[in-house]
């Protein structure tokens, strides 16, 4: 395997106080690694960089075999726009439209014409066992299954790697399994790499690997399973 994501000495400081320091990461083609840590530890800022959404003070980020970390703003958002999903913890499904026309989203935005990634959308709502909900608006629908909604946005574009936030945990212990099973198996059988971020030994176990952090920093090697 190669990696489809890498940070290199990464480092950042918010409000004062140095959140990330010189953290190392990298995750394979089809790898799934959870990132865990306490409150306060740096994996959602860690996540943030590695998606490009926040630019290190030091350090490089390679996705998909391109320097992300020194693009400028608007090529930085079309390569996140064509190479990574997102799965954040409450979903985040654009209110206004339908769940279906929340899943097209990505491909709208890189002009897939409307007729294929209505087409492309619905099949994967369909793997997921959300079809049935396509035409709702996101209100009309329960926790889990906007929350599979947004892995189906998250995958449509086939992207290299899926970065998802603490995606279970606005869901009970029941439907958060099954989305973290849908999640998993729905991404690696695109071949694509899954990055979590989660404080939940029961998500981390869905990872092939975890790299633990403390207060910016890798706190213990990585485990793998």
């Not at 190392?24 to 083609?29: H, I, L, S, W």
């Not at 079309?78 to 929340?102: I, K, S």
């Not at 694509?192 to 403390?214: D, F, I």
């Amino acid at each position: 395997m190669s990696a489809v994501l890498a940070g290199e000495g990464l480092s950042i400081t918010l409000g004062g106080r140095r959140v990330l320091d010189g953290v190392d990461v990298t995750v394979e083609t089809g790898e799934v690694v959870a990132v865990m840590g306490p409150s306060g530890s740096g994996k959602s800022t860690l996540l943030h960089v590695l998606a490009g959404l926040l630019r290190p003070e030091s350090g490089t980020v390679t996705l998909a075999g391109s320097r992300l970390d020194d693009l400028p703003d608007a090529a930085r958002s079309r390569l996140r726009l064509r190479r990574t999903g997102f799965v954040f913890q409450f979903g985040d499904l654009v209110p206004e439209l339908t769940v279906v026309e929340n899943v097209e989203l990505p491909l709208r935005l890189t002009g897939v014409p409307r007729r294929a990634a209505r087409d492309r959308a619905l099949a994967l709502l369909d793997e997921l066992g959300v079809a049935d909900v396509a035409s709702r608006r996101t209100s009309e629908v329960s926790g889990g299954q906007a929350q599979r909604a947004a892995v189906a946005r998250a995958l449509v574009h086939e992207p290299a790697v899926v970065l998802a936030d603490e995606p279970t945990g606005a869901l009970d212990t029941v439907t958060g399994e099954r989305v973290l099973e849908a999640l998993v198996a729905a991404a690696t059988s695109r071949g694509a790499a899954v990055l979590l971020v989660t404080h939940e030994l029961r998500v981390a176990a869905w990872a092939r690997r975890e790299v633990h952090l403390r207060d910016g920093r890798i706190e213990t090697p990585s485990v793998t399973w």
